[in-house]
């Protein structure tokens, strides 16, 4: 069994704030990872930091760009557990995504539609959690119980394959992995 991490954030950006005020979700953001220390984050925003509309599939690190001027916000950490088959076609559907990067956009339109319950989606382009919950269903890990296009942030906190790891500031959150080599190598030390 391998991990599949999703982190769900609400930064301090003005459509992070209005996604707020309008659904008063505690999360307005979704990335994916396939790595414990999250070197690796993947979701749809903003590829210029400037430029809100600019925006597609992207490669996100805590210590840059929007997250980086928002290492106050608030954040919850969830695992989830998949077979090895999972994780590599995860993995692959991730790559090859990454690999054709520039065909990808943010889905604008389904944002309004989302906030009206009306499933809309478009070839190549996506939200946030429709990304994350289009990988999570397309290869397996995870069955949703309603169109993976109405899919928002906070409804990854609902799900019980989830298991969260993790609940807090973003600039702590990968101080969960060093805590679990710790306790890891604890254990370790105890058994001996």
Avoid: W
Avoid at 58 to 79: M, Q, R, S, W
Avoid at 167 to 183: A, C, E, F, P, T
Wanted: contains cysteine; positive net charge; glycine residues 4%.
């Amino acid at each position: 069994m391998k991990s599949v991490y999703i982190l769900l954030t609400r930064t301090n950006t003005v459509p992070a704030r209005l996604i707020h005020v309008i659904t008063r979700d505690d999360y307005t953001h979704a990335s994916i990872s396939l790595d414990k220390d999250l070197n690796y984050l993947y979701s749809f925003a903003r590829r210029n930091i400037r430029m809100p509309l600019i925006a597609g599939l992207i490669h996100e690190n805590i210590y840059t760009g929007i997250f980086a001027k928002n290492l106050d916000a608030p954040c919850v950490l969830y695992e989830i557990k998949v077979d090895d088959i999972v994780y590599e076609d995860i993995k692959s559907g991730i790559d090859y995504m990454m690999r054709h990067y520039d065909l990808y956009r943010y889905n604008f339109l389904g944002l309004a539609m989302n906030f009206f319950g009306i499933p809309y989606g478009r070839k190549h382009h996506f939200l946030c959690s429709q990304f994350v919950a289009h990988i999570l269903d397309k290869y397996g890990a995870i069955s949703f119980d309603k169109n993976v296009n109405l899919i928002k942030p906070a409804d990854f906190c609902n799900l019980p394959e989830l298991n969260e790891i993790y609940r807090g500031r973003l600039r702590y959150v990968k101080l969960y992995s060093i805590q679990n080599d710790i306790v890891e190598y604890d254990m370790a030390k105890v058994a001996l």
